[in-house]
């Protein structure tokens, strides 16, 4: 009996889609799944007639496969994967690959990588983005851990992900140890901006502009020709349009609290950690969490008052300006999700290539996007570009857009709507853009009141002064923290 090429563990939907699409590639497939039940009802039912082999323990599936072995896990996040590599160590053989394919936390995925090593096996940490419909059509895939292992996966993971235009897969090796969760942690990250900027933009046009669902189905639907075509866009576009059983918005009915699964607020903490400043992304997170308050939110809208504005100008104006702040704030998303990958690499000494990952977003993945080609022509003509926005193509887009931009943040917040991500947006670019910030007098705060000392600019950099500000400290300095 021929043995399997590949065994998965784990029959949610998205280890059922996966299983499903490795096999119309042409791969023969053995399946585990905790609950026996569902191999069964998995194997007779959506999976009959197929090159799909139901297991009902660990050997026997590990039994099936054809060596090296390669065994997927598509379970939750956290201890069930450090369970199941426990318990597939045994049962493997030297040079056997065991894959993780769910969202785990990359620091996880270097501490597995380290072990299952030491244990004469290979690891691999691979993000797979695109959810349901990804994992069975063709998701975008970001594979790290043992570089041998890489090789014993590639045709495998090459032939179910995503294809761009010209056929190139939206699937590479990142890096080692926990270098592929982290750029998906990243690109889970910039997720969670591209949707509160889109949801700032619908609330201005349902609360200022007073449009209907159908007016911005209209507006999503124009934008996502032009180069904010995207999945995300191209989704919007759907749901405005979706009506209710009664003929109304399905949209209205929907209850205004956002989840969430960690990975955007993994992202934040990590910038913390490394000093990048990833300000839209942590308001996206933050305005999920305020999202999540909704009944205290309903009292504080008995007490506190706002303004009451009424937009009075150019309404089709106003939403080309919209258009553009968009466009600018997720130009800046994306420039701080590529200085956090950069800095990390620095921090970890992974060889990170930026123009393979932006390729590997380019199909599959939620964050898809027209303008992910472009990101890869700004790395190929400058691999070593420290800022997305000092590229010239960006630059000029930024430009083009910056008073479209400065007029939508400031409308929104004289009518009181919060648009948190965009104002962080054009904050990060008014701040980058400043050759002199006033930290200048916060370092004189900091020297004051503890000694922390500070840089002159009439001096070298690294040299350090203190200033007894009162007559009354000593000339002692304290000790400093950088990031």
């Known amino acids: 009996m021929k043995k399997s090429d590949i065994g998965l563990i784990g029959l949610a939907v998205m280890g059922e889609n996966l299983v499903m699409n490795m096999e119309s590639k042409g791969f023969t497939v053995s399946v585990f799944n905790r609950t026996v039940e569902k191999v069964d009802r998995f194997v007779n039912g959506r999976a009959a007639g197929?090159?799909?082999?139901g297991t009902h323990s660990l050997q026997e599936l590990v039994d099936s496969l054809e060596k090296p072995r390669k065994v997927m896990l598509m379970v939750?996040?956290?201890?069930?994967?450090?369970?199941?590599?426990?318990?597939?160590?045994?049962?493997?053989?030297e040079g056997d690959v065991i894959i993780d394919g769910g969202n785990s936390h990359f620091p996880d995925t270097t501490r597995r990588t380290r072990y299952v090593e030491s244990k004469g096996l290979l690891y691999i940490g691979t993000g797979v983005s695109g959810g349901e419909e990804g994992a069975l059509h063709g998701p975008s895939m970001m594979p790290g851990g043992s570089p041998a292992a890489w090789p014993l996966v590639k045709p495998i993971f090459q032939a179910i992900c995503a294809k761009v235009e010209d056929g190139s897969p939206c699937c590479e090796w990142v890096g080692e140890e926990g270098a592929g969760h982290f750029v998906k942690m990243v690109h889970n990250g910039i997720e969670y901006g591209d949707m509160e900027l889109i949801c700032e933009v619908y609330q201005i046009m349902k609360d200022y502009l007073g449009m209907s669902a159908e007016e911005m189905h209209d507006v999503f639907a124009k934008w996502n020709e032009g180069k904010l075509n995207s999945y995300l866009i191209e989704i919007t576009r759907d749901i405005l349009a979706y009506k209710d059983e009664d003929g109304s918005a399905l949209v209205d009915h929907i209850l205004d609290t956002a989840g969430q699964k960690g990975t955007g607020k993994w992202t934040s903490i990590s910038s913390l950690d490394e000093g990048v400043p990833l300000t839209l992304i942590t308001q996206a997170v933050y305005a999920r969490c305020l999202s999540a308050i909704k009944e205290e939110r309903v009292e504080a809208s008995k007490i506190l008052k706002g303004p009451k504005v009424t937009f009075t100008g150019d309404k089709e104006a106003f939403i080309n300006d919209l258009l553009n702040a968009l466009f600018a704030s997720k130009i800046v998303s994306y420039a701080q999700g590529y200085a956090l990958m950069a800095t990390a690499a620095k921090t970890y000494g992974w060889n990170l290539n930026y123009g393979d990952i932006a390729l590997m977003w380019r199909g599959g993945c939620i964050i898809r996007s027209i303008f992910l080609g472009d990101i890869k022509k700004a790395f190929e003509k400058d691999p070593n570009i420290r800022n997305l926005l000092l590229d010239d193509y960006f630059r000029t887009a930024v430009e083009e857009a910056q008073d479209s931009w400065r007029r939508v943040c400031a409308s929104a917040m004289l009518a009181g709507i919060p648009v948190p991500a965009m104002t962080a947006a054009l904050n990060y670019y008014d701040g980058y853009r400043c050759d002199r910030l006033p930290a200048n007098l916060l370092q004189a705060?900091?020297?004051?009141?503890?000694?922390?000392?500070?840089?002159r600019t009439d001096h070298p950099r690294g040299e350090f002064f203190h200033t007894n500000w009162t007559g009354e400290g000593g000339d002692t300095a304290s000790t400093t923290y950088e990031v």
């Open 445 to 455: 705060q900091r020297d004051y009141f503890g000694a922390h000392t500070y840089e």
């Open 50 to 53: 197929k090159n799909i082999v």
């Open 76 to 93: 939750k996040a956290g201890k069930p994967v450090d369970d199941f590599i426990e318990q597939l160590i045994p049962l493997l053989e």
